[in-house]
């Protein structure tokens, strides 16, 4: 399963981030966090620390959806 949400803000408060852990701990095995106005994108994969990639042009599923890729570049656009 895959969770994707995003966050207008520059700062990722502790209930954000809290609730992609509550998504992780309920079975999610990958869940991306977008913050545009940065632009990052914070990875959660269980048993796992989230990782942050700055300005990433895309994105894929990795082992939890093969094949799946998500073009970033749209969604930077529009708040850059």
């Keep these: ?6 966050h207008p803000n ?3 408060g502790h209930a954000l981030d809290q609730k992609m852990q509550q998504y ?3 079975g999610v095995r990958l869940g991306w966090l977008l913050i545009p106005a ?8 269980p048993n796992a620390l ?3 990639l700055d300005g990433p042009t895309e994105i ?3 082992d939890v959806l093969i ?3 998500l073009d ?3 969604i930077w656009q529009t708040v850059l």
């Design 50 to 52: 989230p990782i942050t």
């Design 72 to 74: 970033l570049r749209p």
């Design 1 to 6: 399963m895959l969770v994707l949400d995003s």
């Design 60 to 62: 894929d599923g990795d």
């Design 38 to 45: 940065k632009p990052q994108v914070r990875v959660y994969r």
């Design 10 to 12: 520059r700062h990722i």
């Design 24 to 26: 992780r701990g309920n």
């Design 67 to 69: 094949g799946l890729r």
